[in-house]
Nanobody
Framework: QVQLVESGGGLVQSGGSLSVSCAASGLTFRFYTMRWYRQAPGTARELVASITTDGSTNYADLVLGRFTISRDNSKNVVYLQMNSLKPEDTAVYHC?????????????WGQGTQVTVSS
């Protein structure tokens, strides 16, 4: 059974930093592209950042230069380091696993972790 468990969310002041992580189990982690999405109340879920099996990263324009995604294949964990946080970054952050390469037939989601940025 595949599980993605996010942790590390919380309340932070504008301009501050926060790191969230996602621990994966039940899958061959190194064969999966890992992605962070976020969803604020009343809005659609949006892609924040992704990291492929070979470590290539991609970011949404809104977070480029402020957020960093990384992965540790030895621990089956993906991280999202968030700096210079803004109130508009407030959302539930969800971990997503897409794979396994090269067919990418499976798409798994975590329950999410709340990130709240106060002004």
């Amino acid at each position: 059974q595949v599980q993605l468990v996010e942790s590390g969310g919380g309340l932070v002041q504008s301009g501050g930093s926060l790191s969230v992580s996602c621990a994966a189990s039940g899958l061959t982690f190194r064969f999966y592209t890992m992605r962070w999405y976020r969803q604020a109340p009343g809005t659609a879920r949006e892609l924040v950042a992704s990291i492929t099996t070979d470590g290539s990263t991609n970011y949404a324009d809104l977070v480029l230069g402020r957020f960093t995604i990384s992965r540790d294949n030895s621990k089956n964990v993906v991280y999202l380091q968030m700096n210079s946080l803004k109130p508009e970054d407030t959302a539930v952050y969800h971990c997503n696993a897409l794979g396994p390469a090269p067919a990418y037939m499976h798409n798994y989601w975590g329950q999410g972790t709340q990130v709240t940025v106060s002004s």
